[in-house]
């Protein structure tokens, strides 16, 4: 293991939610190499948000340790060294897709001139070229997570997270998003760490697949993603792609067929 | 545009008109039929519509014809009522921002500002503007409508402050964490986020406020006897009822006319400074 090249360095982490309450996430241990597209994938309660948050420093773990480019997880938050993408656009209605875009650049401190070329950068990256002056609630849902994400690169991050960004999109609009971010990714050279509880996301995005398994959350298996880059939609189409949708299928079913069914089962009862 | 407007101007003529008839037909049935519940309807208690139009055409005994009469006082109640309105929204705002920021403070001063509108402003007022009148600001005690509009300032900051406290707390937690991974200060997601988001709350107290702070200038004109504005008017023309009660229906009419004012002006800001989603105002 070489700590230079890691940007993300987990060791011995665990969660515990109240006092002597539910155990959340329990002896990870994850290494992200710089440069790498990782998906956390895993049924509901497996704690993969949670890892998100604590790598982002939004919550603490309550066990283990995090570095983030070398540095521990808040002093990383506070160097800024990561952007992040939530479910949820989670877009300001008050300012315009440009001001939105700007929202870090400000609070770094950057002048008016650096941050509107930056926008303008930012803007063509995600391709909403003539959107700059528009409020969020005048954008389609995929378009309002574009802007996300380019808020989350503007200030050019070395580490992007991003918590099921694509989830409440239709198949469509995600699709095409996972190219786009992709394309971005490959422009930017930066690290993701992704969320996801879809398979064939998970698979067609990432370089490594990380299954997780529920109650108490832990790392069961991870899948190395050997599919040629750049990615294009045959990639979908390709045996390869069928094979390594199987394995994470498995795994997953592995870890936690029987809380899944049984989660299955009550939703029916419910239904 | 143009015929959203021509609509706009139709529905209000028509509702206008509606007003109009259902003043005039209430009149006339309760006359005809002379009944006495809940009052007799005659030309005194009920005087019609277009006639309290034509009074305002009339002189009174200052001289002036009505309207123009009504209007001094108008404008004399205005400017107590934008001063108090303004320093209110301003002294409302501070202390809801102050008040969030420390919870302690605020649950130990949260009980006085809400006692503090419990005392009936009518006790109040004239304590206020007594107390003004004896202090001396470069010499001589604060003009008459500068003690009115600290009546009206206080019907105003109680609103603002209740509802800067919910808006300000009502931020998206996820655009909370947001701000968190930019390791914002405290004072800049104060202010450019839980501002921004409690603006939406702040105008809903401020329309409140608005209209609350004409009657609050009004009442405290009343009670500190002081004759220029719509207060002094509404007491003069209330003694001479019996003689002339148009002239009181016509003042009611300004002090209507001033409250709307006031809450379309708040209105019209509310439309150039928030800009969200045009779902809903007024």
Not at chain 1, 179 to 199: K, M, N, P, Y
Not at chain 2, 97 to 109: E, K, M, N
Not at chain 2, 250 to 262: K, P, S, V
Request: charged content about 20%; hydrophobic content about 50%.
């Amino acid at each position: 293991m070489s700590v230079s090249t890691s940007v993300v360095s987990i060791n011995g982490l665990s969660k515990v939610f109240g006092k002597g309450g539910v155990t959340a996430l329990q002896g990870i241990d994850l290494e992200v190499e710089r440069g790498e597209f990782v998906s956390l994938i895993g049924p509901s309660g497996c704690g993969k948000s949670t890892l998100l948050r604590i790598v982002g420093d939004i919550i603490a773990p309550t066990e283990g340790e995090v570095a983030v480019n070398g540095k521990p997880a808040r002093k990383a938050r506070l160097d800024r060294d990561y952007g992040i993408v939530f479910q949820a656009p989670v877009l300001y209605d008050w300012r315009t897709v440009a001001k939105n875009i700007a929202l870090p650049l400000e609070m770094l401190g950057w002048n008016r001139a650096k941050r509107a070329a930056r926008v303008r950068d930012m803007v063509e990256l995600v391709e909403l070229g003539g959107f700059e002056k528009h409020h969020p609630w005048q954008l389609s849902g995929g378009m309002q997570q574009r802007v996300s994400i380019a808020r989350a690169l503007s200030f050019s991050p070395a580490l992007l997270l991003m918590d099921e960004p694509f989830g409440a999109l239709d198949e469509m609009t995600r699709e095409r998003l996972n190219l786009e971010l992709l394309r971005i990714w490959a422009e930017t050279g930066s690290t993701v760490i992704f969320v996801t509880h879809s398979i064939s996301e998970a698979v067609f995005l990432s370089t490594r697949v990380v299954v997780m398994s529920p109650r108490p959350g832990r790392v069961a298996s991870i899948v190395p993603v050997d599919l040629p880059q750049p990615r294009t939609a045959a990639t979908r189409e390709q045996p390869r792609f069928f094979e390594l949708v199987t394995r994470v299928r498995e795994s997953l079913h592995a870890v936690g067929a029987d809380e899944v069914e049984e989660t299955l089962a009550t939703e029916d009862e419910l239904a | 545009m143009a015929a959203r407007v021509g609509k706009r101007v139709v529905t209000f003529l028509l509702v206008l008109g509606g007003l109009w008839a259902l003043w005039e037909g209430y009149k006339w049935l309760w006359e005809r039929t002379a009944w006495s519940k809940p009052f007799r309807v005659d030309d005194l208690t009920l005087p019609h519509a277009h006639a309290i139009l034509l009074q305002l055409g009339e002189s009174t005994s200052t001289g002036d014809d009505l309207w123009l009469f009504l209007i001094r006082a108008a404008l004399f109640t205005a400017k107590s009522a934008a001063v108090g309105f303004a320093f209110g929204a301003v002294v409302g705002f501070f202390l809801g921002v102050v008040l969030v920021q420390f919870d302690v403070l605020r649950r130990g001063i949260m009980p006085y500002v809400v006692a503090s509108q419990t005392i009936p402003i009518l006790a109040l007022a004239p304590i206020v503007v007594r107390g003004l009148g004896s202090v001396s600001i470069g010499g001589s005690p604060p003009p008459d409508w500068v003690r009115v509009s600290v009546i009206a300032s206080y019907l105003t900051f109680f609103p603002v402050t209740v509802n800067t406290i919910r808006g300000l707390r009502s931020a998206d937690p996820w655009a909370l964490e947001l701000m968190h991974s930019y390791a914002a200060r405290g004072w800049t997601v104060l202010w450019k986020l839980r501002v921004p988001s409690a603006l939406p709350y702040i105008f809903t107290a401020l329309k409140i406020a608005a209209t609350a702070s004409v009657v609050g200038a009004i009442i405290g004109e009343q009670t500190a006897s002081i004759s220029n504005g719509l207060g002094g008017a509404i007491l003069n023309f209330n003694q001479y009822y019996v003689l002339e009660p148009k002239n009181l229906w016509a003042t009611n009419f300004y002090a209507a006319l001033l409250g709307i004012g006031f809450f379309l002006v708040v209105l019209l800001a509310e439309k150039v400074v928030v800009h969200r989603a045009p779902e809903r105002l007024v």
